[in-house]
């Protein structure tokens, strides 16, 4: 009797197993078959396999019609500074920016147009990053990051002066507050 139910823990789990990585490979993440868009500046995109849901996109994003008028788009890409588009584009959404505490207020949406599953595991990497910019600087109150990414606030333009630690979701930046003018993803 215990030999049955063991080889029936055990079927089970198998069977579990299968059907996650069916799951995975219906989105693409399967064994060497995650990869993302070709780099045709450099050395290729770095990407980690996301373990859980399906990577937000922009597209994905959804943004009322009053919001929209408020929303800032920055498409950065890896090793380099600067926002590349400043309109909405097709990309994994790596942040988003908040100008009030619990993410209201206007928002910038970072994302990576080359990436499609996710950013690099750890910190030291440069994932991209920009200025905000004179209307955008000093009103940043709170941050979400996705697809395993993980933004750092500087108080000086081009990634200098103070800054924050890498931050993954904070619903109020605390004594950062309204004092972010540029920003890295890693």
Known sequence: MRTTTRNRSIRASIAGAVVGLAGLVSLGMGGTAAAAAPDDTAAPVRVQAVQSEKPVMVEDLEISAAAARTTYYCAVLDGTFGCKDAKPGTGLVVARLYQHIDYGGFQVVVYNPKYRVG???????????????TALSNRITSVKTYNHCDVRLYDGNTKSGAHTGFIDRDSYLGSFNDRANSFRIS
Do not use: R
């Not at 950013?119 to 910019?133: H, I, M, Y």
């Open 119 to 133: 950013c690099t595991s750890g910190t030291g990497d440069n994932e991209g990053g920009a200025n905000l910019g």
